[in-house]
């Protein structure tokens, strides 16, 4: 099949944030040239979080697989654990707390891709 690309994460350098948390960007205009959506790994450490944000034109989505933590907007607190799927509209401010004691791992998609997920042309 013409343009099948794949990619392990086991050679994707994660790249570390504070509050501390991981994140592995899998398929994105950059890595593999997707056009439309963007897929990764997070894993919010022990403690840590992804703090209150937003995307103004970004649909999200997020799998959960493992851990405990909660999923908070301005009017609601998700519980989460594994199997829960949390969809994100454009606009919705959000945050993403482990309240666990092991990292709560994460897919999460993007629709349309954020912009630092593209290949940049100048």
Not at 4 to 24: F, H, Q
Not at 62 to 85: A, H, N, R, S, Y
Not at 92 to 121: C, M
Request: proline share 7%.
């Amino acid at each position: 099949m013409a343009g099948l690309k794949w990619v392990d994460i086991n050679n994707v350098e994660g790249i570390y944030r504070d509050p501390p948390r991981t994140s592995w960007i899998l398929v994105s205009g950059k890595t593999v040239g997707a056009q439309n959506l963007a897929m990764g790994v997070n894993e919010t450490h022990v403690g840590g979080q992804v703090p209150p944000h937003k995307h103004e034109k970004e649909e999200e989505v997020m799998f959960f697989l493992q851990g405990k933590g909660q999923f908070i907007t301005e009017d609601q607190v998700i519980e989460l654990k594994p199997g829960i799927c949390v969809y994100n509209p454009p606009g919705a401010i959000h945050s993403i707390v482990n309240t666990g004691d092991e990292v709560l791992k994460f897919i999460w998609i993007y629709s349309p891709q954020l912009d630092s997920h593209r290949i940049k042309n100048d």
